[in-house]
């Protein structure tokens, strides 16, 4: 149980395109789902928080009209990378919290690399 | 940056041997969690315990929370080539579902 795919596992894109990265999850409802950023050799950074039926909440520095997310369903968390840049190209990661759980454990997906040529 | 530090960086150490990664971080939290990533892949979550409780177990790995001193260990006994990977812990606090992630310790076994 608690499994979160995302997709696709690896992009590469031109400057300037945008991209989107779906994170699921496949056997439980997550209210809350999670975005991070990893770059080479360095830990997680929160990017935003994302909340089904509403707006994600964005962490201090996160441009919010560059990394568009949707939480359309409670399965279901969208990330656009919009006007992408090569600077953009790092490693994502979402995860979701399993609404059952009595404590903040989080399910991560399998992460997302993007390359912006 | 709320971030916790993790030492060592990187670790290496023989099969069969145990290895111990140390966190600390700097507010009050809920609970500390402990998780494992294999290069390039996703977060495996390995083991949660409280702010209430100072010790646990799972398999071969032991954690132990020291909120006074607000840090925490991850003992890998009798480590496996398999082992190899990088670990990071986690705080959560306050009323949110925030995880702050340290910055992670670099564990090679070697065969």
């Known amino acids: 149980g608690a499994v979160v795919s995302q997709h696709p596992s690896w992009v590469i894109c031109k400057s300037g395109t945008s991209v989107k990265i779906e994170c699921r999850s496949l056997d439980f409802q997550a209210t809350t789902m999670f975005w991070y950023r990893q770059f080479p050799k360095q830990s997680l950074m929160l990017m935003a928080t994302?909340?089904?039926?509403?707006?994600?909440?964005?962490e201090q520095g996160v441009e919010k009209d560059k990394f568009l997310i949707n939480h359309a369903s409670l399965t279901l968390s969208t990330l656009t990378v919009t006007s992408a840049h090569p600077e953009d190209s790092s490693f994502y990661i979402c995860?979701?919290?399993?609404?059952?759980?009595?404590?903040?454990?989080?399910?991560f997906g399998p992460g997302t690399r993007l390359t912006v040529l | 940056s709320q971030q916790g530090e993790e030492d060592p960086q990187a670790l290496s150490i023989q099969e069969g041997e145990n290895a111990t990664m140390n966190c600390s971080y700097k507010?009050?939290?809920?609970?500390l969690q402990w998780y494992r990533q294999n290069s390039g892949r996703g977060l495996v979550h390995l083991i949660l315990?409280?702010?209430?409780?100072r010790e646990k177990h799972s398999g071969r790995l032991r954690v132990t929370l020291d909120t006074s001193k607000k840090s925490s260990s991850l003992l890998i006994t009798a480590s496996r080539a398999a082992d190899t990977a990088s670990y990071f812990c986690?705080?959560?606090?306050?009323?949110?579902?925030?995880?702050?992630f340290g910055t992670g310790t670099q564990l090679k076994v070697e065969l």
């Open positions: 315990i409280r702010s209430n409780e």
């Open positions: 994302s909340n089904e039926g509403s707006k994600a909440t964005y």
């Open positions: 986690a705080t959560g606090a306050g009323g949110g579902n925030k995880l702050t």
């Open positions: 995860s979701a919290r399993d609404w059952r759980s009595e404590y903040n454990e989080q399910f």
């Open positions: 507010t009050s939290i809920n609970n």
